[in-house]
């Protein structure tokens, strides 16, 4: 795999990062670790590479947002448990095999996706998400309640980049795990309240789903 691109993303391996990490985790640290963290960094690098500048539009596009950055630094960690937007790091735990499996190539790039919505969240001026955001009173959880505004962005995407059935088929794996999470709990909710999986997600939720929030008409949770 190979790019001209010169991405905005730029995906990093830190051997401090990561000996702190299998440190904190009891776990050892070894050339071998490292020499795979750089490995799979730049895997993630060439697989993202091919469709940032389709995902960065759809960001501008649904939260309405200007992103003017030259460079955002993402950790990699093949320790980490889960990705998390601050300081912007995308486990690779549960994606081993980026070079020859098509699905490990595609859904490495999910967290990403989930990770930078929470990240053009919270970093700029985002009236327009943060507006809906304010009105989503569906569920007695904050956490789900936020979760389903990032979600709806992220399967939208998923669904543009790859095809709708696959953000379809990702929103009901969310569901499927029945945790009862934040997670699981949302993404139902995008499903019976039939949110589209593509670039009106966020559309639909401000006009359907605010108005019914602020209304006399809310729908209970």
Not at 133 to 156: C, K, M, R, W
């Given at each position: 795999?190979?790019?001209?691109?010169?991405?905005?993303i730029k995906f990093i391996y830190?051997?401090?990062?990561?000996?702190?990490l299998l440190h904190y985790g009891?776990?050892?640290?070894?050339?071998?670790?490292?020499?795979?963290?750089?490995?799979?960094?730049?895997?993630?690098?060439?697989?993202?590479?091919?469709?940032?500048?389709?995902?960065?539009?759809?960001?501008?596009?649904?939260?309405?947002?200007?992103?003017?950055?030259?460079?955002?630094?993402?950790?990699?960690?093949?320790?980490?448990?889960?990705?998390?937007?601050?300081?912007?790091?995308?486990?690779?735990?549960?994606?081993?095999?980026?070079?020859?499996?098509?699905?490990?190539?595609?859904?490495?790039?999910?967290?990403?996706?989930?990770?930078?919505?929470?990240?053009?969240?919270?970093?700029?001026?985002?009236?327009?998400?943060?507006?809906?955001?304010?009105?989503?009173?569906?569920?007695?959880?904050?956490?789900?309640?936020?979760?389903?505004?990032?979600?709806?962005?992220?399967?939208?995407?998923?669904?543009?980049?790859?095809?709708?059935?696959?953000?379809?088929?990702?929103?009901?794996?969310?569901?499927?795990?029945?945790?009862?999470?934040?997670?699981?709990?949302?993404?139902?909710?995008?499903?019976?309240?039939?949110?589209?999986?593509?670039?009106?997600?966020?559309?639909?939720?401000?006009?359907?789903?605010?108005?019914?929030?602020?209304?006399?008409e809310k729908t209970s949770p």
């Amino acid at each position: 795999m190979t790019t001209e691109h010169n991405p905005i993303i730029k995906f990093i391996y830190s051997h401090p990062y990561e000996a702190t990490l299998l440190h904190y985790g009891n776990l050892p640290v070894t050339q071998e670790h490292h020499a795979l963290g750089r490995k799979q960094t730049h895997l993630l690098q060439e697989l993202w590479n091919q469709h940032e500048e389709n995902i960065l539009d759809l960001f501008r596009e649904m939260y309405k947002i200007e992103i003017t950055e030259t460079e955002i630094k993402a950790f990699v960690s093949l320790v980490l448990p889960n990705s998390f937007s601050y300081p912007l790091t995308i486990s690779l735990v549960q994606h081993p095999n980026l070079e020859t499996d098509a699905r490990s190539q595609r859904i490495a790039l999910y967290p990403v996706l989930h990770e930078l919505a929470h990240y053009f969240l919270y970093s700029r001026d985002n009236e327009f998400a943060n507006t809906i955001l304010e009105h989503i009173t569906l569920f007695d959880s904050p956490g789900a309640n936020l979760h389903y505004l990032i979600q709806a962005v992220e399967f939208g995407i998923v669904g543009e980049i790859f095809g709708q059935e696959y953000g379809e088929f990702y929103r009901d794996k969310v569901i499927e795990r029945g945790n009862n999470n934040d997670y699981d709990i949302s993404a139902k909710r995008l499903k019976d309240d039939g949110v589209p999986v593509n670039r009106t997600c966020l559309e639909y939720i401000a006009k359907e789903i605010v108005k019914l929030s602020d209304g006399e008409e809310k729908t209970s949770p």
